[in-house]
Nanobody
């Protein structure tokens, strides 16, 4: 069982930056792949925006955030980060982290463990 808690969201102007954190409980966190997802206002589906392998050696980014967002992890701290730069109003969403023993990164993988989400609002 893994419990995930996101933090770091907030209100920022376009062009600004935020760093999200996902802190996990549980001793096996270092064996899980972790993904960051977001759900924009009025949309039912969550978009996979970034992912990182258990070791941190492999990463994934959606085309919409590539070059602006960076995912990283510190397994000693049971934490995964999402550094978000050059934010745009279309990045406004609730951001969730998820963890599981999935075979890859990016969309199409089912994660069992999810955090409660953190709101990111980007004003124009």
């Amino acid at each position: 069982q893994v419990r995930l808690v996101e933090s770091g969201g907030g209100l920022v102007q376009a062009g600004g930056s935020l760093r999200l954190s996902c802190v996990a409980s549980g001793r096996r966190f270092s064996t899980y792949n972790v993904g960051w997802f977001r759900q924009a206002p009025g949309k039912e589906e969550r978009e996979s925006v970034a992912g990182i392998s258990d070791s941190g050696d492999s990463t994934y980014y959606s085309d919409s955030v590539k070059g602006r967002f960076t995912i990283s992890r510190d397994n000693a701290k049971n934490t995964v980060y999402l550094q978000m730069n050059s934010l745009r109003p279309e990045d406004t969403a609730v951001y969730y982290c998820a963890a599981d023993w999935v075979d890859g990164l990016g969309p199409g993988y089912e994660y069992d463990y999810w955090g409660q989400g953190t709101q990111v609002t980007v004003s124009s």
